[in-house]
């Protein structure tokens, strides 16, 4: 929703309020005029003014209660947007903050190579996570605007996933093995940036959020019906299942505790649900089967496809 629109509702329905206030004051005064000077033949217009009447009153009482809603929507939304502040300005501040200061430790004093190579390397993980930041807020933002890149065509759905796990290790610098595959070769009709942004974020965040020895999972099964289940899980702390339908809205995260410990801006999951809605699929939250952590499945329509073919044999 965007900011204009959440205004304008409000507004709107606060109008309309004080109009009905205005029509049902001014019916009261006239009825209770015409109670006064009427005889008993004129009953039946009486009870129709007063039908008229309580019917704006329960318009009205309606009305207040659907405001109320709105505002308490409006709080969340703006509550959100300043933690999404926040969030952006620590992601900004903490990797320039670095880089200021191994380029003011090269200016100032003689380092040895090997110094000189850590510094480098530490400076290009801050520059690969400043542009994670960007585009995850560039990716928003299209979304936001409905704009769209790239051909539909059938997607290996199985190249997509190794190629993002594989982005999503290097980025966070754990060995490939932490990833565990069991999928088959299966074919998604769509535009192959949407799902590598659907399954990176995904990835990004079992990795992110995973336990101190990372175990993420792979998995691809049939769905039926011409549709493919993918299933990326960890073994991180689990989610809540009282958070599990907000996580996939704009600026949400989990808890002030996990907000400190971990990078993020919360549009990860806001960006996989809009686009599986898109591709006509369906995502979903589960608890880990053995031992603690998440599963999220994503549901899209696809077909599994020989592995002679897949092998263009």
Same mark, same amino acid.
């Given at each position: ?25 001014? /019916? ?36 207040? *209660? ?33 880089? #200021? ?42 979304? !936001? ?6 051909? *539909?065509?059938? %997607?290996?759905?199985? $190249? ?22 069991? %999928? ?11 799902? !590598? ?6 990835? $990004? ?9 990372? !175990? ?19 073994? /991180?702390?689990?989610?809540?299942? #009282? ?13 002030? !505790?996990?907000?400190?410990? #971990? ?12 686009? *599986?809605?898109?591709?006509? /699929?369906? %995502?979903?939250?589960? $608890? ?9 499945? %994503? ?13 263009? #044999?």
């Amino acid at each position: 929703m965007s900011p204009r629109r959440s205004l304008r509702e409000p507004i709107t329905l606060a109008v309309v309020m004080i109009v009905l206030l205005v029509v049902q004051t001014v /019916g009261w005064v006239l009825l209770a005029v015409y109670a006064a000077l009427s005889n008993t033949q004129g009953a039946g217009w009486y009870w129709v003014v007063l039908s008229v009447g309580t019917t704006f009153m329960v318009l009205l009482l309606v009305g207040v *209660v659907l405001y109320l809603v709105l505002s308490v929507k409006a709080i969340n939304l703006s509550r959100r947007q300043s933690n999404f502040i926040d969030s952006v300005t620590h992601e900004l501040k903490s990797p320039i903050a670095s880089m #200021k200061l191994y380029l003011q430790t090269l200016n100032l004093r003689r380092v040895s190579q090997e110094e000189q190579a850590g510094f480098y390397r530490f400076m290009l993980e801050d520059v690969e996570r400043l542009d994670h930041l960007i585009n995850q807020m560039l990716d928003a933002g299209r979304l !936001e605007l409905g704009r769209v890149d790239g051909e *539909v065509e059938d %997607v290996p759905l199985t $190249d997509v996933l190794r190629e993002c796990a594989h982005t999503v290790c290097l980025g966070y610098r754990v060995p490939a093995s932490v990833v565990r595959f069991d %999928v088959q070769p299966c074919e998604v009709r769509a535009r192959r940036i949407d799902l !590598e942004m659907i399954f990176r974020n995904l990835i $990004d965040n079992a990795v992110k959020y995973a336990g101190a020895s990372p !175990e993420i999972e792979v998995a691809l099964r049939p769905g039926g019906e011409g549709r493919v289940i993918a299933r990326i899980g960890d073994n /991180g702390r689990g989610i809540p299942h #009282k958070m599990r339908r907000k996580i996939f809205g704009r600026f949400v995260r989990l808890g002030m !505790e996990l907000e400190r410990e #971990k990078p993020g801006t919360g549009l990860g999951l806001y960006i996989v649900r809009t686009l *599986v809605k898109r591709l006509h /699929g369906r %995502v979903r939250v589960h $608890d880990r089967e053995n031992g603690s952590g998440t599963v999220f499945e %994503v549901q899209l329509p696809g077909r599994f496809v020989e592995h002679d073919r897949q092998q263009g #044999k």
